[in-house]
C-alpha cells in the first residue's frame, strides 16, 4: 500500500483474520502481509524481510530467527511465549511480547468446568442417561466439593482468578510457585507450599504454569504416585506440562481418580491415544481462553505493541527485558 514503509507478518492466518491489526498497524505505517504457516519455511518465507512478527502458534526458533533481515518485535498473542526462541531473539536486538492478561476470566471460568466436570463425574452422567441408563450407582463415589483442597500450580493471574472462584465454592486453596511473594499469597488467603506438599495435599491439582525447560513433564509418573487416590488432576495450561502417559498409567491403575484437560502434549490429538478413552478423564479442545472479546482485546493489545516498536518506543509487555541494553538509544 502506499505510503506505508513497514511490513508486518502474521504467521498464522487459519486462526484470525487481520482486519483489527491491519487499521491499527496503518496507523504505524504499516501493512501486513499473512499466512497459515505450517513449517519454519513456510514463516521464513513469510517474515525473512518484515519489520514485525504476529505470532499465535506456528514456530520461530533460533535457524528462522538468525535469517531474520530487518525484523525489530515478534508479538505473541497471549499469556506464553514458547513457540518463540527467546534468546536467539534477544542476540538479535528482536524485542518479544506478549499479552499477560490474556483470557484471564476464560481460562479460570472453565477451569472450575473442569473441576466440577470432573469431581461430579458429569460426562459420564450425560453419556449414561443418553445410553438410557437412568441410575446412580454406577456414578458413586462422588463427595462433597466443599472444604476439600485445591492445589493451584503457579499462582499468577490466572491462578488467582481461579482462586477467587474456588472459594466461592468453599474449597481451601494452596499454591506452589517459587516465584511469587508470600504476602501477595497471605491477600489472597492462600498457603505457599512445596511442589510435593501439594500433591500429597489436594484433593484437585490444577495447572497454570507456562511451559519452559524447567516446566516441561513438571507431572510425571513420580509426582502422580504422590497425589492421593482419591484426587483429580485439571491442565488449562500446557499440554507438555504433563507427562501423557504417565497420566494415563495413574488414572487407568487406579493412582488418582481422574483428570479434566483443555491442552495435551500434542494436538490435534493423535485420536487413538488411549488417554481420550477413559472415561474419568475430560478432554476439551483447547478452548479455555476463547470468546470473541477475548479474542478481540489479545488481537488489539498485541497490534498495538508492535506499532510501539515500529514508533521507536519499547512495548508495553517486553518479556525479553535483556534486550533493552542491545536497543538502548534506538527505542525509548
Same mark, same amino acid.
Given at each position: 500500500m502506499a505510503g506505508l514503509k513497514f511490513n508486518v507478518a502474521m504467521t498464522d492466518s487459519q486462526i484470525f483474520p487481520v482486519t483489527v491489526e491491519r487499521e491499527i498497524l496503518a496507523k504505524a505505517g504499516a501493512d501486513v =502481509?499473512?499466512?497459515?504457516?505450517? =513449517? +519454519?519455511? +513456510?514463516?521464513?518465507?513469510?517474515?525473512?524481510?518484515?519489520?514485525?512478527?504476529?505470532?499465535?502458534?506456528?514456530?520461530?526458533?533460533?535457524?528462522?530467527?538468525?535469517?531474520?533481515?530487518?525484523?525489530?518485535?515478534?508479538?505473541?498473542?497471549?499469556?506464553?511465549?514458547?513457540?518463540?526462541?527467546?534468546?536467539?531473539?534477544?542476540?538479535?536486538?528482536?524485542?518479544v511480547c506478549n499479552v499477560p492478561a490474556f483470557c484471564v476470566d476464560e481460562v479460570a471460568d472453565t477451569t472450575l468446568s473442569l473441576i466440577l466436570a470432573t469431581t461430579r463425574?458429569?460426562?459420564?452422567?450425560?453419556?449414561?442417561?443418553?445410553?438410557?441408563?437412568?441410575?446412580?450407582?454406577?456414578?458413586?463415589?462422588?463427595?462433597?466439593?466443599?472444604?476439600?483442597?485445591?492445589?493451584?500450580?503457579?499462582?499468577?493471574?490466572?491462578?488467582?482468578?481461579?482462586?477467587?472462584?474456588?472459594?466461592?465454592?468453599?474449597?481451601?486453596?494452596?499454591?506452589?510457585?517459587p516465584y511469587v511473594d508470600k504476602s501477595l499469597a497471605q491477600r489472597y488467603g492462600v498457603e505457599l507450599v512445596s511442589l510435593d506438599d501439594l500433591l500429597r495435599r489436594s484433593d484437585v491439582v490444577s495447572i497454570h504454569t507456562p511451559l519452559s525447560q524447567e516446566t516441561r513433564?513438571?507431572?510425571? +509418573?513420580?509426582?502422580?504416585?504422590?497425589?492421593?487416590?482419591?484426587?483429580?488432576?485439571?491442565?488449562?495450561?500446557?499440554?507438555?506440562?504433563?507427562?501423557?502417559?504417565?497420566?494415563?498409567?495413574?488414572?487407568?491403575?487406579?493412582?488418582?481418580?481422574?483428570a479434566g484437560l483443555d491442552v495435551m502434549e500434542k494436538e490435534p490429538p493423535d485420536w487413538d491415544d488411549p488417554l481420550l478413552k477413559l472415561p474419568s478423564v475430560v478432554v476439551v479442545p483447547h478452548y479455555a481462553g476463547y470468546t470473541e472479546e477475548s479474542y478481540h482485546e489479545v488481537r488489539v493489545r498485541a497490534a498495538d505493541q508492535v506499532a510501539q516498536v515500529l514508533r521507536g518506543e519499547f512495548p508495553k509487555h517486553l518479556v525479553n527485558p535483556e534486550v533493552r541494553e542491545k536497543l538502548k538509544g534506538r527505542l525509548k
Open positions: =502481509s499473512e499466512a497459515a504457516c505450517r =513449517s +519454519e519455511g +513456510e514463516v521464513l518465507r513469510l517474515a525473512q524481510d518484515a519489520d514485525g512478527i504476529l505470532n499465535v502458534q506456528a514456530k520461530i526458533p533460533r535457524g528462522v530467527i538468525e535469517k531474520l533481515t530487518k525484523c525489530k518485535v515478534i508479538a505473541r498473542y497471549g499469556i506464553g511465549y514458547d513457540t518463540v526462541d527467546l534468546a536467539a531473539a534477544t542476540e538479535r536486538g528482536i524485542c463425574k458429569l460426562i459420564f452422567a450425560v453419556d449414561m442417561v443418553r445410553g438410557q441408563n437412568w441410575a446412580r450407582q454406577p456414578l458413586r463415589p462422588i463427595h462433597r466439593l466443599r472444604g476439600q483442597t485445591l492445589g493451584l500450580i503457579a499462582f499468577g493471574m490466572i491462578g488467582r482468578a481461579v482462586c477467587e472462584r474456588a472459594k466461592t465454592f468453599g474449597l481451601n486453596v494452596i499454591a506452589y510457585d513433564h513438571l507431572i510425571g +509418573e513420580a509426582e502422580l504416585r504422590k497425589m492421593k487416590k482419591t484426587a483429580h488432576l485439571i491442565n488449562t495450561a500446557r499440554g507438555p506440562v504433563v507427562d501423557g502417559k504417565a497420566l494415563h498409567k495413574a488414572v487407568s491403575e487406579g493412582w488418582i481418580a481422574g
